[in-house]
């Protein structure tokens, strides 16, 4: 029987609360990512921007969610302008 699984992230993590914040996380990071691409600006730019590395943001635009954490994703959304908005759902 082949195991079927909602995102790729519960088929990645078995426990579904990091599962879930994989998926939050990793949702954040496709919008800027696509933020960043409309814009058509430069890595140096991006980096004084955001504060970082121009190292950090070939990480952010390879899309290598494990070097960063929720808290450095929102600030990175909102040093570009975004404004992030999270719904807590019962």
Do not use: C, Y
């Not at 939050?24 to 800027?32: D, E, K, Q, T, W």
């Not at 952010?60 to 960063?68: E, I």
């Amino acid at each position: 029987m082949i195991e079927e699984f909602e995102s790729v992230w519960d088929a990645l993590e078995d426990d579904p609360i990091k599962a879930r914040s994989l998926k939050l996380r990793s949702g954040l990071m496709m919008a800027i990512n696509e933020h960043i691409k409309a814009q058509k600006r430069t890595q140096e730019d991006l980096a004084q921007i955001l504060g970082v590395s121009q190292t950090t943001v070939r990480a952010l635009l390879g899309g290598k969610l494990g070097q960063f954490n929720i808290d450095t994703l929102i600030d990175f959304a909102h040093k570009l302008g975004l404004n992030v908005h999270f719904e807590i759902v019962t």
